[in-house]
């Protein structure tokens, strides 16, 4: 929880976390700037999960190349167990990357259809040939799945299980964090909340960290301990769940937090419209 984040050193740890995209805009003219991560700052303790929220374009999948470090940032630090990986060489980021790995939206898109399911899964485990079939089935059986799934093909299988699939892939490396960037986003709702418990059983047993990356308001309220709201690659509000979803303090994530629909006629929340026109990425300000 979000006191026992204080207490201890952070897993991960962003100060000051900038990543700026150059652009074209044409001949004689000077060369554009998208901040698409402007001075962010947080940390995940471990066992912990941040929900990062916002709309499209704020940001939020600019953090997960950076967290998992696919790209270095422009400026700031970012450090996993006290080591900064925004200046690490890369015989460093080879030892740091396993601790930090990542669950996508697209369950459909993100495993290879030519591959039987098991092999991705053996090929994470630094083991010999029999210990990594062996660990790729007891991972599988952790998150639900049967032994005679390991070697079918991913078109044989729903979105759910195709899902735990990839869960079951990254959590092969015993990673320390897991990037989750929507990962209930492209299933049915009835299956949403199985593969959140999911998750949630995990953490527990694993006591690994999550950044949760999602839109949906009520599956943060679910899942996060702390939660970030993001817009225009700037952190407008970060804070406990409890206090952030009961006295929001930006008037961006009072309009997040109406704009969530429900049903139930008793809590329906006023609309509230942002009014002015939208900044653009090359001039937020």
């Known amino acids: 929880m979000p006191e026992a984040m204080s207490s201890a050193a952070p897993l991960l740890e962003a100060r000051a976390?900038?990543?700026?995209?150059?652009?074209?805009r044409g001949?004689?003219?000077?060369?554009?700037?998208?901040?698409?991560?402007d001075g962010v700052s947080f940390t995940i303790g471990e066992g912990q999960t941040l929900a990062c929220v916002g709309e499209s374009g704020c940001g939020k999948s600019t953090l997960?190349?950076?967290?998992?470090?696919?790209e270095q940032p422009t400026a700031g630090s970012?450090?996993?167990?006290?080591?900064?990986?925004a200046t690490a060489d890369k015989r460093t980021l080879k030892r740091l990357r396993p601790r930090v790995q990542m669950v996508f939206q697209n369950p459909f898109a993100s495993l290879n259809p030519r591959k039987k399911v098991g092999t991705p899964l053996a090929l994470n485990a630094d083991l010999g040939t029999a210990g990594r079939r062996e660990a790729a089935l007891s991972m599988m059986a952790r998150v639900g799945l049967k032994p005679e799934h390991y070697r079918r093909y991913p078109h044989m299988?729903?979105?759910g299980q195709r899902q735990r699939i990839a869960v079951a892939r990254a959590l092969m490396l015993h990673p320390r964090l897991v990037v989750a960037d929507e990962p209930v986003s492209a299933l049915d709702v009835s299956i949403q909340a199985q593969v959140l418990n999911l998750l949630m059983e995990l953490q527990e047993d694993l006591g690994i960290a999550y950044l949760f990356i999602s839109h949906n308001?009520?599956?943060?309220?679910?899942?996060?301990d702390t939660v970030m709201v993001?817009?225009?690659?700037?952190?407008?509000?970060?804070?406990?769940?409890?206090?952030?979803?009961?006295?929001?303090?930006?008037?961006?994530?009072r309009a997040?937090?109406?704009?969530?629909?429900?049903?139930?006629?008793?809590t329906r929340r006023e609309r509230i419209a942002l009014r002015g026109e939208l900044p653009s990425p090359l001039n937020p300000r």
């Not at 970012?78 to 990986?85: A, I």
């Not at 817009?231 to 008037?251: I, M, N, Q, T």
């Open 64 to 70: 997960a190349r950076q967290v998992t470090m696919i």
């Open 17 to 24: 976390l900038c990543r700026h995209y150059a652009v074209s």
């Open 78 to 85: 970012l450090s996993v167990d006290g080591e900064d990986v």
């Open 217 to 224: 308001l009520q599956v943060v309220r679910h899942i996060a």
């Open 230 to 253: 993001m817009y225009l690659g700037k952190v407008v509000e970060y804070g406990p769940k409890v206090a952030l979803f009961e006295r929001p303090a930006h008037p961006y994530t």
């Open 27 to 37: 001949f004689f003219r000077a060369k554009g700037l998208v901040r698409a991560l």
């Open 157 to 159: 299988f729903s979105g």
């Open 256 to 266: 997040l937090l109406a704009s969530t629909p429900t049903l139930d006629a008793r």
